[in-house]
C-alpha cells in the first residue's frame, strides 16, 4: 500500500516538475500547466480509457491543503494589524464595491438560470468570490506583491475571505443542511469567536513569537514557525472555520515580528511546492467531461461576471488613489476563481435536499468545476498579458 501511495506521489511531482520546466521556457505562469496536468493523468482522463491514473489520496488532499494554508500565511505576512486597521476604511469600501458589484450579478444571474432563490444565493457565491491563493501566487510570480496594485488586491481578498466564512457557515447550516437559524447563528458565533481570538493574539501575540523565533538553528526555526501556523490551521478547519483566514492571521502576527524577511526565506520553497500540489489537485478532481453538458452556462457566466469583476475591481484600485493601469491591474487580477467556488459547490452538493433539488446541485457543481477551471487560467493569463489592455488607457493613468 505504502509503495503504491509513494509511486503515486513522484508520479505528480514528476508531472509538476515537466510542466513547471514547459512554463518556464514558455515564459508563463506554471499554475494553469499545474491544473492541466492534474487534469489529463486523473481517473477522469486515463482512466476513461482503462489506463494508469493518479488518485486524490490523502496525501494529495493535505498537501492541497497545506498549499493554501502557506499562500495565506505569506499574504498575512504582508500585513500587519496596524496597516489592515489603518486601511480599514479603505478595505472596506473596495471590499464593498466587490461584494455589492459581483454578488448582486450574481444572484439575479444565478435566478435568471435556475429560477429559485436558494440556487441563486449559492450561484452568487461561486462567481464573487476570487482566489486568494492563485490570485497570491500569481502576484508572487510576476512581482507584484511590492506594487501600489497589492494594497487593493491584498485588501478586498482579506475581506472577501472574512466574508465567505460567514457565508459558509449560514449557507451551510441554515439553506442546504436543512438547520435552523439558530443553527446558523451558532456557527456564525463560533466563526467570529475563533477569528476574534486569533485578531487578539496578532495583537497581544508578537513578544511570545518573537521568543518563540529566536533560534540559531534553521531546522528549530522553520518547525516553529510551520507548527503554529499548520495547528491554527487546523483547529480552524476542525471548527468549521476557513483554515485560509485563519492563517492569515497568523501570518499577520508574525509579520510583527524581526524575523519577516527569514520567514520569507526558509518557507517559500515549502510555500511553491506544496502550492503546486494545490493547484495540481483542482485539476486532479476536475472531470472535464463533467461541464461539458452545462458550457451554455458556463460561456453566459464567464462573459458577465469577467467584466463584473474586471469593473469592481478597477473601482477599488480608484479608491486606494491609483491611477488608470494599476486599477486596470486590480480588476484583471481579481478575475481568477479557485478554492472557496469549488468549496461551496461541494457543500451544495452534500446538502442537497428539500431547499435545494439534488439535480440543480448537481448542475452546479460541474458548472463550478468548469468554471474555476476557466477563470483561473483566465486569470492568470489577463496578470501576465496586463499590458496588452493597459496600452489602450492614456498615458498618464499611472
Not at 68 to 87: C, M, S, T, Y
Not at 102 to 113: D, K, P, Q
Not at 303 to 325: D, H, M, N, Q
Amino acid at each position: 500500500m505504502a509503495g503504491a501511495l509513494l509511486l503515486e506521489a513522484g508520479v505528480m511531482f514528476a508531472a509538476i516538475a515537466a510542466v513547471s520546466f514547459l512554463a518556464a521556457r514558455l515564459d508563463l505562469s506554471p499554475i494553469p500547466f499545474y491544473i492541466l496536468v492534474g487534469m489529463a493523468i486523473n481517473e477522469f482522463v486515463l482512466g476513461r480509457y482503462g489506463l494508469p491514473y493518479v488518485t486524490e489520496t490523502a496525501f494529495v488532499e493535505v498537501g492541497a491543503e497545506l498549499g493554501i494554508v502557506f499562500l495565506l500565511f505569506f499574504l498575512g505576512l504582508e500585513f500587519n494589524l496596524e496597516r489592515l486597521l489603518a486601511d480599514r476604511r479603505r478595505i472596506g469600501a473596495s471590499g464593498l464595491i466587490d461584494l455589492g458589484v459581483n454578488f448582486t450579478v450574481g444572484f439575479a444571474l444565478g435566478y435568471i438560470l435556475f429560477g429559485g432563490a436558494v440556487a441563486a444565493v449559492v450561484f452568487a457565491g461561486i462567481v464573487y468570490i476570487s482566489s486568494s491563493a492563485v490570485i497570491t501566487k500569481t502576484m508572487l510570480d510576476v512581482g507584484w506583491i511590492a506594487n501600489p496594485e497589492s494594497g487593493p488586491l491584498l485588501g478586498t481578498l482579506v475581506f472577501e475571505d472574512l466574508v465567505i466564512a460567514i457565508y459558509l457557515a449560514v449557507v451551510g447550516a441554515a439553506v442546504l443542511g436543512g438547520g435552523s437559524i439558530g443553527a446558523a447563528a451558532q456557527s456564525v458565533g463560533v466563526a467570529l469567536g475563533f477569528l476574534l481570538a486569533l485578531a487578539l493574539f496578532v495583537y497581544v501575540g508578537t513578544r511570545a513569537l518573537e521568543r518563540l523565533l529566536s533560534t540559531t538553528s534553521a531546522e528549530y526555526f522553520v518547525l516553529r514557525a510551520v507548527g503554529t501556523t499548520v495547528l491554527v490551521a487546523g483547529a480552524a478547519l476542525a471548527i468549521g472555520v476557513s483554515e485560509a483566514v485563519a492563517a492569515f492571521f497568523v501570518g499577520m502576527a508574525f509579520s510583527s515580528t524581526s524575523f519577516v524577511h527569514d520567514l520569507e526565506e526558509s518557507l517559500a520553497p515549502l510555500r511553491d511546492t506544496f502550492a503546486a500540489v494545490f493547484f495540481f489537485w483542482i485539476g486532479l478532481v476536475t472531470d472535464p467531461f463533467s461541464f461539458l453538458g452545462v458550457l451554455d452556462l458556463l460561456a453566459i457566466a464567464v462573459v458577465v461576471t469577467l467584466p463584473a469583476k474586471v469593473i469592481s475591481g478597477f473601482y477599488g484600485g480608484r479608491v486606494y488613489g491609483l491611477g488608470e493601469r494599476r486599477s486596470l491591474r486590480v480588476g484583471l487580477a481579481m478575475v481568477t476563481r479557485g478554492e472557496f467556488s469549488l468549496i461551496i459547490a461541494a457543500t451544495a452538493l452534500a446538502g442537497a435536499g428539500a431547499a435545494l433539488p439534488a439535480e440543480t446541485a448537481q448542475t452546479l457543481y460541474a458548472f463550478t468545476v468548469g468554471y474555476v477551471l476557466v477563470m483561473s487560467i483566465l486569470g492568470t493569463v489577463l496578470i501576465q498579458t496586463s499590458g496588452v489592455f493597459e496600452r489602450y488607457l492614456p498615458a498618464a493613468g499611472g
